[in-house]
């Protein structure tokens, strides 16, 4: 999935670990985003940006922290992770408003 | 804020029959439309997406899709699937922001 790179690919933590999830887009793309996958929800919006120093709260932030200060950055924190957060993370970017979404291949995390 | 509703959780179908997924979204105004698709264990993939004109949406793999205004509909179809089909189909809108909403998806199954 040329352009948008999600590591690591899998990770299983400990309840109130931290943990750092990497998104990093080559496109240019001002805008960015973060979703978590659960069975039966869909893809929920945790947080997004519409370019560098520019973030804000999706559907369901609580829980999660990120910084854009690069176009080509916006990485996820987990300050204390929870069972709760064991999910299917993926990152997306756009180029505009009218414009697709594209999706990187997904951080599968565990929290036990 | 938009909210989408995919009537099907899980659909089976055999090879060579016809498929129809429904989506049914929440938002007055101007909306983009997108069906994506996720193949087991892979990232999410644009299968088609309606901004505006024609509201007869061709995409890839024979899918297409039908924007219905006045019904708050986007139905995907496609005349004839294939086991390679077997997939989890999933509605998006955004309306006049970067925001993503996702219905909740709906696995499908072709048997062979």
């Known amino acids: 999935n040329a352009g948008v790179t999600q590591t690591p690919k899998f990770q299983v933590l400990k309840t109130g670990q931290s943990m750092t999830l990497q998104c990093a887009q080559d496109m240019n793309h001002e805008y960015m985003s973060w979703y978590r996958q659960d069975p039966g929800m869909g893809l929920r919006l945790i947080h997004y940006s519409v370019g560098a120093g520019i973030t804000d709260q999706g559907e369901v932030p609580n829980g999660y922290n990120v910084s854009r200060s690069t176009t080509e950055d916006f990485p996820l924190r987990l300050l204390s992770a929870a069972p709760s957060q064991t999910s299917v993370y993926f990152c997306a970017t756009k180029r505009d408003l009218n414009q697709p979404q594209h999706f990187g291949d997904g951080t599968r995390l565990s929290i036990l | ?112």
């Not at chain 2, 698709?37 to 505006?52: A, E, I, M, N, R």
């Open chain 2, 1 to 112: 804020a938009q909210s989408v509703s995919q009537h099907n959780h899980h659909v089976i179908l055999s090879e060579a029959a016809s498929l129809e997924l429904g989506c049914n979204y929440s938002y007055g105004g101007t909306v983009n439309l997108f069906w994506y698709v996720q193949y087991p264990g892979q990232h999410l993939q644009l299968l088609l997406k309606y901004f505006s004109g024609d509201p007869l949406v061709k995409g890839i793999k024979g899918f297409e899709a039908e924007f219905i205004k006045s019904k708050f509909s986007f139905n995907l179809r496609k005349p004839s699937v294939q086991w390679s089909d077997t997939a989890e189909y999933f509605c998006a809108v955004n309306a006049d922001d970067y925001k993503l909403s996702f219905g909740a998806g709906t696995t499908v199954t072709v048997r062979a």
